[in-house]
């Protein structure tokens, strides 16, 4: 079946489009990059000395969506991941958490002193989470990423990380992901039980209605949809909004169900929860 071209198809600059909320000056800027074409970001790793936990983690998502989002744009996005004097077991255990996550690896790594030249010039973006202060960074935008904590031992107590295992059955990963992008960056977020099943059954849910939308013809993604979409991307990475306009959307008789995994699969281009997985393999 041949499919028709989304809103996701546009090739488009980033200039005057993305408005991230700047830490430094408790106001949206425009994201301008310095090198037309190319966005740069530094995203500001796990303190000297520190364990590498749950927030650390939800820093490199919040910029794992920025550069999605970027990439939707036709922006290439170079990314440093620049921290100093984690072990290799902790870095190895960072890579390993980030990848389950969906998380795309940085384009390098670097001591937080090289970073600007290992981006070729100063950083359009800053992420962080608490590892640097709003004067740490003299040029560009910092996103400043909420705390984040994991309470998801069966005594209710706290984890460094996000356990692989889920009662006595394997957790998908994106559940954490999902679970984590519900909130909006800049406020806390806690993962406990109740809140990574909720993403469970969300994830399985959405999976098998892709699966069977696929089985319909296609149609183009509403145009109010599109735009409420966009906005929501481009306004300060607002991943919650996205994916109320999908929990709205499944139920909606109004749209057929061809426009509904048009939809679904171009927000999963920025929310990367492998929400196509399950297609030719849904029996009817």
């Known amino acids: 079946m041949t499919r028709q071209r989304g809103v996701g198809d546009r090739r488009a600059s980033l200039d005057d489009v993305l408005r991230l909320l700047d830490a430094r000056l408790g106001s949206p800027v425009e994201v301008k990059p310095a090198r037309p074409g190319l966005l740069r970001v530094c995203i500001?790793?796990?303190?000297?000395?520190?364990?590498?936990?749950?927030?650390?983690?939800?820093?490199?998502?919040?910029?794992?969506?920025?550069?999605?989002?970027?990439?939707?744009?036709?922006?290439?996005?170079?990314?440093?991941?620049?921290m100093a004097g984690l072990s290799s077991g902790q870095s190895a255990t960072l890579d390993r958490d980030a990848s389950a996550l969906g998380i795309h690896p940085s384009s390098v790594r670097s001591t937080p002193e090289g970073a600007e030249l290992a981006l070729g010039g100063?950083?359009?973006?800053?992420?962080?989470?608490?590892?640097?202060?709003?004067?740490?960074c003299r040029d560009g935008v910092l996103i400043d990423v909420g705390p984040a904590t994991a309470r998801t031992g069966t005594d209710g107590r706290a984890e460094p990380t996000a356990p692989r295992v889920y009662g006595e059955q394997e957790r998908d990963?994106?559940?954490?992901?999902?679970?984590?992008?519900?909130?909006?960056?800049?406020?806390?977020?806690?993962?406990?039980?109740?809140?990574?099943?909720?993403?469970?059954?969300?994830?399985?849910?959405?999976?098998?209605?892709?699966?069977?939308?696929?089985?319909?013809?296609?149609?183009?993604?509403?145009?109010?949809?599109?735009?409420?979409?966009?906005?929501?991307?481009?306004?300060?990475?607002?991943?919650?909004?996205?994916?109320?306009?999908?929990?709205?959307?499944?139920?909606?008789?109004?749209?057929?169900?061809?426009?509904?995994?048009?939809?679904?699969?171009y927000v999963d281009r920025v929310l990367a929860l492998d929400l196509a997985r399950e297609i030719g393999r849904v029996r009817s």
């Open 44 to 82: 500001h790793g796990p303190r000297a000395g520190a364990e590498p936990d749950v927030a650390d983690l939800r820093v490199l998502l919040v910029a794992d969506v920025l550069t999605r989002i970027a990439e939707l744009h036709g922006l290439q996005a170079l990314t440093v991941l620049a």
């Open 122 to 136: 100063p950083a359009d973006v800053h992420v962080a989470g608490g590892t640097i202060g709003p004067g740490g």
């Open 173 to 265: 990963p994106l559940a954490v992901r999902l679970a984590l992008m519900r909130s909006p960056y800049r406020q806390p977020a806690e993962l406990d039980l109740t809140a990574l099943a909720t993403a469970m059954d969300t994830l399985s849910d959405w999976r098998y209605r892709v699966a069977k939308w696929a089985e319909s013809p296609s149609r183009p993604i509403p145009a109010d949809l599109a735009a409420t979409l966009s906005t929501a991307f481009e306004h300060d990475l607002d991943t919650a909004s996205a994916l109320a306009v999908l929990h709205n959307l499944e139920a909606e008789e109004n749209v057929p169900p061809g426009a509904k995994f048009e939809t679904f699969v």
